[in-house]
């Protein structure tokens, strides 16, 4: 089988090198292509040498035409409005679209998914990282086994991240909210302040946290009157995230069009 041409979006961001690095380390990948906005100051460097890399060869564009002439897959960690546009050249093009967008809204969750009905094969996900994936599960099941315990979600990302709750954490309170058969939008608290009374009863609280370089903190506390559980995840790495999104990649080559998760690729659902 021939190797998988990739266009990486967003190429001179964190995880836009990071991507790169990885379709570099995986056999049956290829950078096919590299894009960024337009008058991004990365358009015109080799991907490869920006990525910290030999040279690859590949400049970045800020050409979309051109960037996804020819290629397979796009892997794409930017923006909910640019993640849509994208989602839906995936689909007149019948592309492999990979998404770790995070922020998005519902109306942009909703394009996605129409552009995975329309013949784009999309993996969606807040993480691709195999050991959020797995805490996904731990804290659904913990969420089930403890009705009574509250349940509070602290997250901490850099002082560059744009949104919050983060997407990891949006998705371990959906983890807990179907644990205990809730809908989440009608059973967290986003904010605290001032005079707040009495912690509601049901509820999944959210907590956010941003600083420095941290690349990715979660926990999850499960509080009960006489003792608490702690379910914790550190990411030391972006590589990591990267190393899901080929995975994911190189899965839904051989899938039919529609929207996945990690889950899906991992074999967890």
């Not at 400049?59 to 994208?86: C, K, M, Q, W, Y």
Request: charged share 20%; hydrophobic share 45%.
């Amino acid at each position: 089988m021939s190797d998988l041409k990739v266009a990486v979006a967003g190429a001179g961001g964190r995880m836009g090198g990071a991507n790169i690095r990885a379709i570099a380390a995986t056999p049956g990948l290829v950078l096919q292509s590299a894009f960024d906005r337009s008058g991004a100051p990365v358009i015109g460097r080799d991907a490869g040498e920006l990525s910290g890399l030999d040279a690859l060869g590949v400049a970045i564009t800020d050409n979309l035409d051109a960037a996804l002439a020819g290629a397979e897959v796009i892997i794409d960690f930017t923006a909910p409005a640019n993640s849509v546009l994208l989602a839906r050249e995936a689909a007149r093009r019948g592309l492999v679209h990979i998404v770790g967008t995070t922020g998005c809204s519902e109306a942009d969750e909703a394009a996605i998914a129409e552009a995975a009905a329309d013949g784009a094969r999309i993996v969606k996900a807040g993480n691709f990282s195999l050991g959020v994936n797995l805490l996904l599960g731990l804290v659904r099941q913990a969420a089930a086994a403890l009705p009574g315990f509250d349940i509070e979600i602290l997250e901490m990302h850099h002082n560059k991240k744009v949104d919050a709750p983060s997407g990891t954490a949006l998705m371990l309170g959906e983890a807990a909210a179907r644990g205990r058969n809730v809908d989440l939008g009608t059973h967290s608290v986003r904010v605290r302040d001032g005079h707040t009374g009495p912690r509601q009863a049901g509820t999944i609280g959210f907590a956010t946290l941003r600083g420095g370089n941290v690349i990715g903190e979660h926990k999850v506390i499960l509080a009960g009157p006489s003792e608490r559980i702690e379910l914790n995840h550190i990411a030391d790495n972006r590589a990591l995230f990267a190393e899901g999104a080929v995975r994911a990649a190189l899965w839904a080559r051989d899938q039919r069009p529609g929207l996945y998760s990690m889950a899906d690729v991992l074999g967890f659902n």
